[in-house]
Each structure stands twice: as structure tokens, then as C-alpha cells.
């Protein structure tokens, strides 16, 4: 399973974490936290909004 970087168009299996950090969302209007993620391969930087409610506990991954 793969997705499609929308800048350089290769496939991407994993993306590198940049930063996680907690914030009012102006979307949803509730604290939410502000992820951004890199393309492995052109260092295209994403972002994506998600509500603190979506956040189930888990097992550190190893
Ligand atoms: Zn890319």
C-alpha cells in the first residue's frame, strides 16, 4: 500500500515525522493536534489537523 507524493509524484510507504504539536483547530474548533509529515523522497512537508478525541492509547511500537 502506497500513496502518491503530490509534488514529485513517487510512491510513498512511510513518511518522516517532523513535529506533533498541540493546538486549538480553527476546522473543528477543538484541541486538536497539528502533525506535520515529510516525503522520504523531495522533502515535501505535510500537514494534517487531528482531533484529540481521535487519539487512542497503544503499545510503544518497537
Ligand atoms: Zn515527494
Known amino acids: ?9 513517487k510512491g510513498i510507504t512511510t513518511l518522516k515525522f517532523s513535529e ?6 480553527g476546522k473543528y474548533r477543538v484541541p ?3 502533525v506535520t509529515l515529510v ?4 522533502s515535501q512537508h505535510y500537514y494534517v489537523e487531528v ?3 481521535e487519539f487512542i ?3 510503544a511500537k518497537q
Do not use: G, R, W
Open 57 to 59: 492509547p497503544c503499545e
Open 39 to 42: 516525503c522520504p523522497h523531495c
Open 1 to 9: 500500500m502506497s500513496i502518491k507524493c503530490t509534488n514529485c509524484q
Open 51 to 53: 482531533p484529540a478525541m
Open 20 to 25: 506533533a504539536t498541540v493546538i486549538t483547530s
Open 32 to 34: 486538536a493536534v497539528l
